[in-house]
């Protein structure tokens, strides 16, 4: 009698300790959505290959809206994005890119 | 305090800036919602300052706009004023891959569980809303909340403070649902998956993994609501990982996919993306090289002030009212404590509603300003566990972690 008291009241203590379990139960709805895109592009000049290889993966709001940091800093940033995240860059258009970025968000 | 602790992360001075004078006919179109945006500074250390803010997601009211696609959305500071809870509407946003489904059928969504299990299943929502229903409060927050004040600043999302939001959760502990496909005598680590995918296809997929004891804690649980609603679609409709007192990068979105394995997880974002320094704060000098780098894990604790800005003017000699918002990390709020001298005395605050250990705590104080002139607000938090905010920024190439003492200066008059 004792121990089955002893698990009745472990199992309610173990319950209020995290929830405040409800009888209520829940109903789910299915949803359908569109999400807003970006026509923004990286503006002014030698913005070509920027524009041509990193806006599959993303807007260029958030690039545009980095602080300044050093050529070392970008090109880390740009060889991340090839090495890690498998953005196509072509080869050629690296320089390019880290161009872009120093000569616009550079120090 | 050093000025380098300042936050006026609550000035968010709101402007209008009018675009029909620049944008041109093709403007005018995309504008007609309203002739104007609105816009928010906010202050980051060297900027830029200027995000615009966006009602333009599904399910999202105003929000700060840091990237359109995938959408990374900041949750405006004066919402954290309004409650302990943060409204669906405007609980920030965060994705890793643009490729998110738009639409999630209730009926044919499937959670399949597999791996290092006695039998694979696979679960419909209605599955899961058969099973016991469990409710927590709990923070999410992102593990680069508040990266635009690292200094030396580092590349990533320039988020303010506004990267978190607190929800009372609702679903089924992930323990009862591993229980249902039996998890086998050596396994190791649970592996999460959603319904997101990369752009690019030999692109590591979003995938988080925790150590199987943690996954079984009886407090790690599979939300199908949040705030008594069923998720917004961008915070992981229909089923969101919750782990209570972890950062969010484990909270994976629209999951769809449990693994259980029996050897370490080796996919980039568990192994090597979203790791800090193994030191205390996760700490380094910039450029310090040869440090050992482990997963992020349980959060630190936070407080900040969220009636009064940067730059706000309170009377001299007259008793005001500070309040806002604190969170212990992974154990509740012990104390939190106010200054009005940048730090040098500190006096206890009134403590709000307990909503649970892992939810935000509302405080209050009641200050005076001796006489005219320029205050430094300070505002920090102890836990359960004894851990206290410390006076001094960390700091780490990731912009991870960041929980110093926020100052906010003011003028009494």
Redesign the interface.
């Known amino acids: 009698m004792s121990r089955t008291m002893f698990v009745v009241a472990f199992v309610f203590s173990a319950a209020c300790a995290h929830l405040a379990a409800n009888a209520a139960p829940f109903t789910l709805k299915s949803e359908s959505v569109n999400f807003p895109d970006s026509d923004k592009t990286f503006p002014g000049p030698g913005a070509d290959a920027i524009n041509n290889n990193c806006l599959s993966c993303h807007s260029a709001g958030m690039v545009l809206t980095q602080p300044a940091l050093s050529k070392d800093a970008w090109t880390a940033e740009v060889h991340k994005m090839i090495a890690n995240y498998k953005a196509p860059i072509d080869p050629n258009d690296v320089d390019a890119i880290v161009a872009y970025l120093v000569r616009t968000k550079g120090k | 305090m050093s000025s380098g602790l300042e936050n006026d992360s609550h000035r968010h001075a709101m402007t209008r800036r009018y675009l029909l004078g620049a944008a041109g006919l093709g403007g005018l179109a995309l504008s007609l919602r309203g002739a104007c945006a609105e816009t928010v500074d906010l202050p980051?250390p060297?900027?830029?300052d200027e995000?615009d803010i966006?009602t333009?997601?599904?399910?999202k009211g105003a929000m700060i706009?840091?990237?359109?696609?995938?959408?990374?959305l900041e949750t405006p500071w004066s919402v954290f004023d309004k409650g302990v809870f943060t409204p669906n509407d405007q609980f920030y946003v965060r994705w890793h891959?643009?490729v998110?489904p738009?639409?999630?059928?209730?009926?044919t969504f499937k959670l399949n569980v597999h791996g290092h299990v006695n039998q694979t299943v696979s679960l419909s929502?209605q599955d899961v809303?058969a099973m016991?229903?469990?409710?927590?409060a709990a923070v999410n927050q992102c593990s680069g909340n508040s990266r635009?004040f690292f200094e030396p600043?580092v590349?990533g999302?320039?988020w303010a403070n506004g990267a978190m939001g607190n929800a009372k959760w609702?679903g089924v502990r992930l323990k009862d649902v591993l229980d249902r496909a039996g998890v086998k005598p050596g396994a190791v680590q649970v592996r999460f998956n959603g319904l997101d995918e990369?752009?690019?296809p030999?692109?590591?997929d979003f995938k988080k993994s925790l150590a199987i004891d943690h996954a079984r804690d009886?407090?790690v649980m599979l939300a199908?609501?949040m705030n008594g609603e069923?998720l917004p679609?961008l915070n992981g409709?229909?089923l969101r990982l919750v782990v209570p007192g972890w950062y969010a990068t484990y909270w994976v979105k629209m999951v769809s996919d449990i693994e259980v394995l029996d050897q370490p997880d080796d996919n980039?974002w568990t192994k090597?993306?979203y790791t800090i320094p193994d030191t205390p704060r996760a700490n380094v000098t910039p450029g310090q090289t040869g440090v050992k780098m482990i997963p992020i894990n349980r959060m630190v604790p936070r407080s900040f002030i969220t009636n009064v800005s940067a730059g706000a003017t309170l009377p001299a000699a007259k008793p005001s009212l500070l309040r806002g918002i604190a969170f212990g990390g992974d154990s509740g709020v012990a104390s939190v404590d106010v200054s009005t001298d940048g730090g040098k005395t500190w006096t206890p605050a009134q403590l709000g509603k307990d909503e649970g250990k892992y939810s935000f705590r509302q405080w209050q104080s009641q200050i005076t300003l001796p006489s005219a002139g320029k205050y430094s607000l300070a505002v920090r938090c102890k836990n359960a566990s004894g851990e206290a905010q410390p006076d001094t920024p960390n700091w780490n190439g990731s912009g991870f972690m960041r929980n110093v003492i926020e100052t906010t200066n003011v003028v009494a008059s």
């Open positions: 980051l060297g900027g830029p995000r966006t333009a997601f599904p399910q706009l840091q990237r359109t696609r995938p959408p990374l891959w643009a998110i738009t639409s999630v059928d209730i009926n929502l809303l016991p229903q469990v409710e927590l635009g600043r590349a999302g320039e609702t990369p752009v690019v030999d692109a590591p009886g407090e199908y609501a069923q679609v409709f229909p980039y090597t993306a």
